[in-house]
């Protein structure tokens, strides 16, 4: 299992190299270098966010080993490229669409995706556990399902075209508060210590029920927001309280629900 792994964490790191690579190769970045910044620095804090997960609430035979904590981390890294990979199968991806197309609109779902992807894993390094088989099934599990919500919203709506062909910003800013916001839920739905598989999968359901209301009041906002498209200001700051209030919801949420 660990030679597996280590496998995984070299080819990842490969990946993310020839992704930096590329990042920073593409000269026709003018009006979206924010974009490009926030591209590069976001897999760095997201990497910090689990290594400071991993420093304070991983197990304690992990905390204690710098060994341990490191190969984790490194962990954390590749599961980002495998967030990565599954979002460009409901088509977005981030080469293309952020740095080679300079879409803004396709840069927020890839945020919000890269951050949701971290928060998965990261939940699922929270408890003791037998070992890194746990991680991985809990991490496993949580993006699954993070990624399996957003693949049925998606479908339902067309937000891939709508973020990637009509470059909707304001769709694009919805997408990725709203699937950053079910990475904390399914992140802390798997959070804990490792008792069984069954009670692992039971205490899953039973905590992260609550991303049915998430997935219900999104579809609910799309069809308002189908009606207001000739209104693009109102839009845009109607966009940015609905990811606030996908986020907040989200953190109350998980904050009242603990670590189970």
């Not at 967030?83 to 803004?104: K, Y």
Request: hydrophobic fraction near 55%.
């Amino acid at each position: 299992m660990e030679v597996f792994s280590f496998l995984g964490i070299a080819f990842a790191l490969l990946l993310w190299f020839r992704s930096y690579r590329a990042l920073f190769k593409v000269r026709q970045f003018h009006t979206n270098k924010w974009h490009r910044s926030l591209l590069a620095t976001l897999p760095v804090l997201c990497t910090l966010f689990i290594a400071v997960i991993l420093l304070r609430w991983s197990s304690p035979d992990v905390r204690s080993d710098t060994g341990w904590t490191l190969f984790y981390t490194a962990g954390g890294l590749a599961w980002l490229q495998l967030g990565l990979f599954l979002l460009s199968l409901t088509g977005v991806a981030a080469r293309e669409d952020v740095v080679e197309r300079q879409n803004p609109a396709a840069g927020w779902v890839v945020y919000g995706a890269m951050i949701g992807t971290a928060s998965c894993y990261a939940g699922s390094n929270i408890g003791s556990g037998p070992g890194p088989e746990v991680v991985l099934f809990c991490a496993a599990l949580s993006t699954a399902f993070l990624f399996g919500s957003w693949l049925l919203l998606e479908r339902v709506f067309s937000l891939a075209d709508q973020v990637t062909i009509e470059r909707d910003e304001t769709a694009g800013i919805r997408a990725g508060g709203w699937i950053l916001s079910l990475g904390l839920i399914f992140g802390g739905a798997v959070a804990g210590d490792w008792v069984s598989l069954e009670s692992t999968i039971r205490d899953f359901f039973h905590y992260s029920w609550v991303a049915l209301l998430f997935l219900l009041g999104a579809m609910a906002v799309e069809r308002i927001f189908r009606r207001l498209m000739s209104r693009r200001t109102l839009m845009r700051n109607a966009s940015v309280l609905v990811a606030a209030t996908y986020f907040l919801a989200a953190v109350r949420y998980v904050t009242w629900r603990g670590i189970h």
